[in-house]
C-alpha cells in the first residue's frame, strides 16, 4: 500500500540520495495523520457548542471527579497555558455558563473552578464525539497494531515529559 508520503520521500531521494529521509517517512505521516485528527476534534467540538480551548478546560474539570472543580493554578498544569490566559478562558467559561468560580474553603484568597450541568453536558457529548471520531481514523487498524503504535509514540513522546 502506497501513500502521498512515499511519493514525497521518492521525490525527494531523486532530489537529495545525499539525505537519510527516514525522519521523513515518520513524522510527515504524523503531521498529515494530526490534521485528520484536528478537523475530527473541530467536528466533533462544533456539535456540541465548544471550542478546542474550552474542550481543554472542561476536560480538565471533569477528569478532576466530582464535584468537577479544580483551582486555577491546578488548571494551568493541566492545560499547559499562562495564568492569564487561564483568567481569560474561565472569564468565558463562566459567561457561558459552562463553570463557575467559588471560594476555596481551605484558602480565603483563593477560588476553585466548577463545571456546571452544562459544561458537564458539553464535555461529555463532545468527548463522546471525539472517541467515535478517532475510532474511526483507527478503523483499519488491528488492535494488536494499535496497541504497538501506542506504545511507538509514548516512546517518541517519553522525552518531552
Not at 62 to 91: C, F, H, I, K, Q
Amino acid at each position: 500500500m502506497r501513500d502521498e508520503v512515499d511519493d514525497l520521500v521518492e521525490a525527494w531521494g531523486r532530489e537529495r540520495g545525499d539525505l537519510d529521509l527516514a525522519p521523513v517517512e515518520v513524522f510527515s505521516r504524523i503531521s498529515r495523520l494530526a490534521r485528520h485528527l484536528d478537523l475530527a476534534r473541530r467536528d466533533a467540538f462544533t456539535a456540541h457548542g465548544i471550542e478546542s480551548w474550552e474542550f481543554d478546560v472542561l476536560a480538565a474539570l471533569r477528569r478532576a471527579g466530582e464535584p468537577y472543580e479544580l483551582s486555577p493554578g491546578r488548571l494551568l498544569r493541566e492545560t499547559l497555558v499562562t495564568s492569564g490566559t487561564m483568567t481569560n478562558r474561565v472569564d468565558r467559561l463562566t459567561g457561558r455558563g459552562l463553570v463557575e468560580r467559588l471560594p476555596d474553603p481551605h484558602d480565603r484568597r483563593g477560588v476553585l473552578v466548577r463545571l456546571t450541568a452544562e459544561g458537564k453536558a458539553a464535555v461529555d457529548g463532545a468527548f463522546e464525539a471525539l472517541l467515535a471520531a478517532e475510532a474511526d481514523l483507527l478503523a483499519d487498524l488491528p488492535d494488536k497494531e494499535r496497541t504497538r503504535l501506542a506504545a511507538l509514540l509514548r516512546s517518541l513522546l517519553a522525552p518531552f515529559s
